[in-house]
């Protein structure tokens, strides 16, 4: 049996009995969805991205005869990166707050768009690159759960990640929908000329 086939905890229990390719195979497994998500949460921010990254690869290294069984790694992990990143967070004072947007019904889905809204025509690049410039005005932590639920942790896996209650979770993702929604909305309907063409899908 491969160790791509072997379960995280079998791998920790091997890697806390010396056997290094064991870590290996846990960091190959997760390294990649661990980076994407903290490039999503920090754009551009390279440097910062590999900073955060390292350090929380070297806390689980730490902290692995800690791990406890009843949550997924995935999920311990990326607590220990979100750690690291609100600290970054505080440190810089990069919080943007949202005021509370009271319409609509409340989301508690990662899905944003359905084909009566404005932004149908749009191609798809375009409104990926819509999307991460209007993530960019959510608070860190209404924009973590976002990413988190696209990374298809459950609600009650990121209240773990960022210690908050599940009704926590839910209330920042139901703003961050709404504020998403409308920034969205916004963004689209100042872009249409008067002759009805859409700005955002010009070169």
Request: include cysteine; aromatic fraction near 12%.
């Amino acid at each position: 049996m491969s160790l791509e086939n072997i379960p995280d905890i079998e791998l920790i229990k091997r890697y806390l009995k010396n056997e290094s390719d064991a870590f290996k195979a846990l960091y190959n497994r997760y390294n990649k969805a661990l980076y994407g998500y903290l490039n999503k949460l920090l754009p551009g921010q390279h440097a910062v991205i590999d900073d955060i990254f390292q350090k929380a690869w070297i806390k689980v290294i730490k902290n692995l005869e800690k791990y406890q069984d009843n949550q997924k790694f995935s999920a311990w992990l990326f607590r220990i990166a979100h750690n690291e990143a609100m600290d970054y967070f505080r440190k810089y004072k990069r919080e943007v707050y949202l005021e509370d947007l009271n319409e609509g019904a409340f989301y508690t889905g990662s899905e944003i768009f359905n084909s009566e809204l404005p932004w149908r025509e749009l191609d798809r690049r375009t409104l990926k690159k819509l999307l991460q410039n209007c993530l960019s005005g959510l608070s860190p932590e209404q924009k973590e759960v976002f990413l988190l639920r696209q990374e298809e942790f459950s609600f009650k896996e990121i209240a773990e990640i960022q210690d908050i209650s599940i009704n926590t979770a839910l209330s920042r993702m139901q703003y961050a929908l709404k504020a998403l929604r409308i920034c969205i909305k916004t963004r689209i309907a100042g872009a249409n000329n008067k002759d009805g063409k859409n700005e955002l899908q010009r070169d």
